[in-house]
């Protein structure tokens, strides 16, 4: 029963203070966090305790919670006394008059949990680095606007992170952890009949799930790698808009984003209202780039806006080439010093060497998005060379080895001959 | 057999074989020695010790990478001295690069940055980057695995 | 040749007869006798692992000339040698495959000296430096696996000296010894390469000097069930015929090393976590492989323990045979015979698991 945090019991005794007040309606100050019973010997536990089902449920995941780890107890949201009705008169501890309040509706929800989260005061003696923008923000958001307009099926905060049992977005078993971000929105977000009246999409999980992005989440296990609140925001949920696609994406991907604005100062239009980031590379489908996204061939991106004939068509062809050639030829170079020292030839010097390529791969790939066949092309002519340097390092390897063999070849023909002659020796000795 | 005492022609000729065969045998074996006894043009590889650069080479504020061990590695001057760390990025072993306007190590492919100790201080990379020993002597500047 | 220059060539040739005598080595030489039936070729053996020996040396002082025995520049040097050194690969190559052969050999001619039963007196001490001889070489092949410092022999090493701690009583000290210090360092490499070079070499020169002699004193043993034939003198017939094997293995080496050059690997990481597939050499893999099959506990002694003081007892009865085995007649001879093919089929067999069942090693 008090095996309770010792944190949470100190601040029960020094914290809370004595006044007692919000116990009608949703107050707007946080629970003042009155002296009493300790979270788990209030009466709501002592009876809800030999319930079940439903009204079991708040007192079996009570431990995993935080609020009841840092010293909240049911009444704090519920309201009512937790001290009455230990007699067994329930009706007692849910007397309205006493401040009982129930089950919050949906539509109360985000006030509730703002009555505290939103109240910098309260909760910086939890955490000093603790946000309290949440409400704000949410209700910025496309739920928060429906659910201030009265729609009881938008999002509010315990759809996303829990009731009775909410964990810290730090545990992983957390539905707001970022290994688990993606299914917690698909949940309704996947779901066409919750989505039909809005007129949203619901296959974005489903392509997510396929991203370079998911797989560098849940394949490599590297947490940050972007999930849905990465780019939509957490609780301020919005779509971002056109005008900010490429901030969103250049907040990692930056030399990208910063060579886009480049070229944007450069030719002083607005790139970004004809040209974004999601139109090569779609939004929550992220594919790894494939060589075939650039150029002017079958699956280019390059030729849903630029036309044979107009220098974008052209420039995109050259930077194609040049990546294509840069490629085949890293591929060549490392496939040939593969062979060579399956062959038995060490190659270890000539590998590090062939690394300068695969850097200037990763450059060019990535000057693509300067527009600027100049730059670009002078990655790649140097990836380039650097390969070539690596297919001439594979050729003397094997021309090495070729020696090899052909003085391997003399000297046997030559050990045969002692031998030969060693054994006609022998015989003309013992003919004697 | 033909031969015996007394053909001497082909006795002889025995006699040349062996001789000329046992000879090309010590030459294809002594060829090889001899050639592996006279030092090879190249210096020997440098091992956890490298010259990374001369004195003078890079400016206060200039980053270089090197070659160590197989595997790049960085060297900064900074106003004070000079540091050397590996190159290789602890998030997707992309090489990192010294930013002269950031006064940070930076890594282009996922805009990690790591500070001039080494540590990573903003984006995805998970660790600080394997700090190197520098050493000036005379004009060198050796970069050794502490 | 004119015939001033014969006459002062053999005149050198008489100033050194006189001080060294070598017609008398080469009187003694065509007068030692090998004897000739259908065991004769079990002969040439001996002089192969000489042979193979020498090969050993010269490549190994070879090697000595780029080699530097610290764990910072091990590895660097060996891939020094054999990418920039002109026919390094060649010289470490036939280094690694001839210790292998050598080995080889050693095996085989133990086994045919055992099953000819030439062992037997007076031949006793020649059997017991012959077995410590192929226990010297072992420990050349285990010391030099170590020395190009790369990840599978730093693994091997590690997991090989562990099994000299688990000795009991002396086991701690044993491992130090090996180790110079609790974990395989550094340290370790100096070393084994100063068991390698000096120590190793210093006993084998003796040991094998007293074989040689022994060899000499008692001439070649004759079955006891087989009738020789003829006799061929050892010069120049016996020894042409070893240099024809000879220039065979020299053959055998030069492709091996120019088709199958020896792996250098990756070098070395002590905080590495162990990779798959560490496996010591081949000849040690049946010892290990025995080990793994012993249960944790053997009537409630450690099992490795158990392994470890049975392979001990084993060496120790393999090298007491020439004084075990006195008994005469059929009975005895089928016996022992017996005895050695049961340690052939073992040995064959738990180096067949290692390497032909997948997964267990």
Request: aromatic share 8%.
């Amino acid at each position: 029963m008090t095996s309770f945090p010792r944190k949470a019991a100190v601040l029960a005794l020094t914290c809370w203070a004595a006044a007692a007040a919000g116990t009608a309606g949703l107050a707007a100050e946080p629970p003042s966090l009155r002296k009493g019973p300790l979270p788990m010997e209030t009466s709501c536990v002592v009876c809800h305790r030999e319930l079940d089902g439903a009204a079991l449920e708040p007192v079996t995941r009570a431990a995993d919670d935080v609020h009841f780890q840092k010293g909240l107890a049911c009444h704090d949201c519920h309201g009512g006394d937790p001290e009455a009705g230990m007699d067994g008169d329930p009706s007692a501890a849910h007397d309205e008059a006493r401040g009982w309040k129930g089950k919050p509706s949906r539509l109360q929800v985000p006030e509730l949990c703002g009555r505290c989260h939103a109240d910098p005061a309260f909760m910086k003696r939890f955490d000093p680095q603790e946000r309290t923008d949440q409400l704000a923000e949410y209700r910025t958001s496309g739920h928060g606007r429906r659910n201030a307009a009265g729609d009881a099926q938008a999002a509010v905060c315990v759809d996303c992170h829990g009731v009775h049992g909410v964990r810290p977005v730090t545990d992983p078993r957390s539905g707001v952890h970022p290994s688990r971000v993606a299914q917690t929105c698909a949940r309704c977000h996947s779901d066409a009949s919750l989505m039909a009246p809005y007129g949203l999409p619901t296959r974005q999980h489903e392509q997510y799930q396929a991203s370079v992005h998911a797989r560098a989440l849940y394949e490599g296990g590297d947490t940050s790698a972007p999930t849905c609140n990465d780019c939509h925001g957490s609780h301020g949920a919005v779509p971002p808009g056109v005008s900010s696609v490429a901030n969103v994406c250049g907040s990692c991907h930056t030399r990208e984003a910063t060579l886009f604005r480049e070229i944007e100062a450069r030719k002083g239009m607005d790139l970004e209202a004809c040209i974004q980031c999601l139109i090569c590379h779609s939004n929550h489908e992220v594919k790894p780039p494939t060589p075939e996204m650039l150029g002017v061939g079958e699956g280019s991106t390059c030729t849903g806006c630029h036309a044979e004939g107009d220098a974008g068509w052209a420039g995109a062809a050259t930077m194609a080439e040049g990546l294509g050639r840069l490629r085949r030829r890293l591929a060549e170079a490392s496939e040939q010093l593969d062979a060579a020292e399956h062959a038995g030839m060490e190659v270890g010097p000539d590998r590090f060497a062939l690394q300068t390529a695969s850097d200037q791969l990763v450059e060019a790939r990535v000057l693509v998005h300067s527009f600027d066949i100049e730059r670009f092309s002078k990655a790649a002519a140097e990836g380039i060379a650097a390969a070539d340097e690596g297919v001439a390092a594979a050729g003397r390897a094997f021309r090495e080895l070729r020696s090899r063999r052909n003085g391997l070849a003399l000297s046997l023909v030559v050990i045969a001959a002692v031998m030969v002659s060693l054994i006609l020796t022998i015989r003309r000795i013992e003919r004697r | 057999m033909m031969d015996g005492p007394g053909l001497p022609g082909r006795r002889g000729f025995l006699g040349w074989f062996l001789g000329t065969s046992v000879g090309a045998m010590c030459v294809s074996v002594l060829y090889p020695i001899a050639r592996y006894v006279s030092p090879p043009e190249v210096p020997e590889a440098p091992t956890s010790r490298v010259v990374a650069a001369k004195v003078g080479d890079l400016r206060p504020d200039q980053g270089k990478i090197f070659r160590f061990g197989g595997k790049p590695g960085i060297l900064i001057r900074t106003g004070d001295g000079y540091r050397a760390f590996s190159a290789t990025c602890t998030h997707l072993n992309c090489t990192v690069q010294f930013r002269p306007d950031l006064r940070h190590i930076w890594c282009a492919c996922h805009n990690g940055t790591f500070d001039l100790m080494g540590r990573n201080v903003s984006g995805p990379p998970p660790r600080p980057l394997e700090e190197y020993q520098v050493n000036v002597a005379g004009d060198d500047i050796i970069v050794s695995r502490s | 040749m004119s015939t001033a220059l014969q006459d002062k060539t053999r005149g050198a040739m008489g100033w050194l007869e006189e001080r060294v005598g070598f017609s008398q080595i080469l009187e003694m030489g065509r007068h030692k006798m090998v004897p000739v039936h259908r065991h004769t070729v079990w002969y040439y053996l001996g002089g192969m692992s000489l042979f193979l020996f020498g090969v050993q040396l010269a490549t190994g002082i070879l090697l000595l000339l780029y080699y530097r025995p610290s764990s910072e520049e091990a590895f660097e040097s060996v891939q020094f040698l054999v990418t920039k050194v002109p026919f390094g690969w060649l010289i470490r190559s036939i280094h690694s495959w001839s210790a292998n052969l050598l080995v080889f050999v050693l095996f085989l001619h133990m086994f045919s000296v055992f099953f000819l039963r030439a062992y037997r007196r007076p031949r006793e001490l020649t059997w017991v430096s012959g077995v410590v001889l192929l226990l010297l070489a072992l420990a050349f092949g285990f010391s030099g696996y170590l020395l190009p410092w790369n990840t599978l022999a730093f693994f091997a090493t590690q997991v090989g000296t562990e099994v000299a701690g688990a000795v009991p009583v002396a086991g701690g000290f044993l491992l130090r010894l090996l180790r110079g210090g609790e974990q395989v360092t550094g340290g370790t490499l100096t070393r084994f390469y100063g068991f390698h070079v000096a120590v190793l070499p210093a006993i084998t020169t003796a040991v094998l000097g007293l074989h040689l002699y022994l060899v000499q004193r008692h001439g070649m043993s004759v079955p006891e069930r087989v009738q020789a034939r003829a006799a061929m003198p050892f010069l120049p017939s016996f020894l042409l015929r070893d240099l024809v094997g000879w220039c065979a293995a020299l053959g055998c080496l030069a492709f091996l090393a120019a088709f199958f050059p020896w792996e250098l690997g990756e070098k070395a990481d002590p905080f590495a976590p162990a990779p798959a597939g560490i496996k010591p050499e081949w000849y040690f893999a049946w010892m290990f492989q025995l080990l793994k099959l012993l249960p944790a506990h053997v009537l409630g002694v450690e099992g490795e323990l158990v392994g470890i003081l049975g392979i001990s007892a084993g060496g120790v009865l393999w090298l007491m045979v020439p004084f075990l085995d006195r008994g005469e007649g059929r009975r005895s001879a089928l016996l022992w015979a017996l005895m050695g093919w049961a340690a052939v089929a073992a040995i064959a067999s738990l180096t067949a698991m290692v390497y032909l069942i997948p997964g267990s090693s």
